[in-house]
């Protein structure tokens, strides 16, 4: 039975949300022919200015760059390979930029472009000059618009889809909501235009999405679909951040302090946002180093664990020692990202190493009392870990548990 009272709460937060990024997918800002849709892109800022009037920092998360260099390059639908995507996101994200700028100046409002590539989160010092930016242009009163850098993102390193960019962006500002704005006005059991789907207002918690099916195929100018949305707010709601997925047509209404409500005023009559799905934090919140690790960082190596292994770092969490490595890949120092893999090639956790690589061929498969004094230390300490478990190889699930 949903809990009406919860959902009012995680809906009084997004409401209320200091500092907030709001991410549009593409299909939500081009026109049916395709190229941008000047009307829709206007409203969309309309909403979020509204919200910076309020006294929220809001940080823009926006795609479209693709899709808005179709009709300049004379193509008429997304085109597959990676080349003609930079191509068209190089011409695309032109014009986006100078759209944002003209239609958020309707607001007094300063815009600042900020593209980023994958490195600039998943490598820590990165990640830090990032935050610097962000808190630079947020101090200004500017509104960050963010994209990945398609132009020279290659196939390896490439994030490809925005959602996730947009819940490592919500982390790394230190946002207390993180709303999803895309075709459609909410979450459902399955594909909307099936009869038999049925509409959910509040998901509590990662098992709630237990037989929804959600789609990871996008629009015909979108990627990723509803699956890529569903990753992004679990691994926001992981990090303590409530997330509102809703229409970007009801950006307005999204972004609304809440119906009734006064800033000053938290009383009964604050709503917050009515619209959409929403998502509520998790009570234990992952500290910003672990989110880091699970989520953004870059494994430089892995190490493969016997069974006992295993079974030690993911049932009862302890760290890992010598004893249990059997094989060690790649080229790393003490304080790297590695993933810990089993032996059938799943990665069952990620760590912070706390050997290089080149002691521990000499040291894996021993006990600790076996070695001199100066290696008789964990190789990754429990509180250097997160379990994770996905395949080795294989992409993503479609709705991952964070
Ligand atoms: N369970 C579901 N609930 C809602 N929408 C779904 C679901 N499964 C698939 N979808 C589809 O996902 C689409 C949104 O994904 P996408 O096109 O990638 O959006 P965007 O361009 O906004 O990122 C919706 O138009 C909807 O048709
Ligand atoms: N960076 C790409 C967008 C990729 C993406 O995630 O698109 P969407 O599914 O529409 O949010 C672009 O600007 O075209």
Same mark, same amino acid.
């Given at each position: 039975m949903p809990d009406a009272g919860a959902e009012r709460a995680t809906r009084q937060a997004v409401g209320r949300a200091r500092v907030v990024v709001v991410k549009v997918g593409s299909s939500s800002l081009t026109t049916a022919l395709g190229g941008l849709d000047p009307s829709r892109l206007d409203g969309l800022v309309d909403a979020v200015a509204g919200r910076v009037r309020q006294g929220s920092q809001v940080v823009l998360v926006s795609s479209g760059a693709i899709a808005a260099g179709l009709a300049p390059l004379g193509l008429k639908r997304r085109p597959r390979d990676l080349a003609t995507q930079q191509a068209a996101a190089s011409v695309g994200q032109q014009l986006l930029a100078e759209r944002y700028a003209v239609s958020f100046a309707r607001h007094d409002l300063t815009v600042g472009q900020v593209l980023l590539t994958s490195d600039d989160v998943v490598r820590r010092a990165h990640y830090r000059n990032a935050q610097r930016t962000f808190g630079k242009l947020l101090s200004f009163g500017v509104v960050p618009v963010v994209n990945e850098?398609? !132009?020279? @993102?290659?196939a390896e390193i490439r994030?490809?889809?925005n959602d996730r960019l947009a819940a490592l962006v919500a982390h790394l500002v230190g946002a207390q909501a993180l709303v999803l704005l895309s075709d459609v006005d909410s979450l459902y059991t399955? /594909? #909307?235009?099936?009869?038999s789907s049925r509409r959910i207002g509040?998901? #509590? $918690?990662? @098992?709630?999405?237990?037989?929804v099916s959600a789609d990871a195929r996008g629009s015909d100018v979108g990627t990723g679909g509803m699956a890529s949305k569903l990753t992004s707010a679990l691994t926001a709601t992981g990090a303590g951040i409530p997330v509102l997925l809703a229409s970007a047509g009801q950006a307005a209404a999204a972004l609304a302090?809440?119906?009734?409500?006064?800033?000053a005023d938290r009383s009964d !009559?604050? !709503?917050? #946002? !009515?619209v959409g799905t929403v998502f509520a934090p998790a009570h234990r919140r992952t500290s910003a180093r672990l989110f880091w690790l699970r989520h953004a960082a870059h494994p430089v190596g892995s190490l493969v664990l016997d069974d006992g292994a295993v079974a030690a770092v993911t049932g009862r969490r302890k760290s890992l020692l010598p @004893?249990?490595?059997t094989a060690v890949r790649g080229d790393f120092g003490s304080g790297d990202v590695v993933e810990l893999v089993s032996? $059938?090639?799943?990665?069952?956790a990620r760590g912070f190493v706390g050997h290089d690589s080149t002691e521990l061929p000499a040291i894996m498969?021993?006990?600790?009392?076996?070695? #001199?004094e100066e290696l008789q /230390?964990?190789?990754? /300490?429990a509180d250097d870990l997160v379990v994770v478990t996905e395949p080795a190889t294989a992409p993503a699930p479609s709705i991952p548990g964070v």
């Open positions: 850098n398609d !132009t020279v @993102a290659t994030f490809g889809d399955g /594909h #909307p235009a099936l009869p509040y998901v #509590p $918690d990662a @098992a709630a999405l237990i037989g302090v809440g119906a009734g409500s006064d800033p !009559t604050d !709503t917050g #946002p !009515t @004893a249990g490595i032996g $059938d090639g799943t990665v069952v498969g021993r006990s600790l009392s076996a070695l #001199p /230390h964990e190789v990754v /300490h």
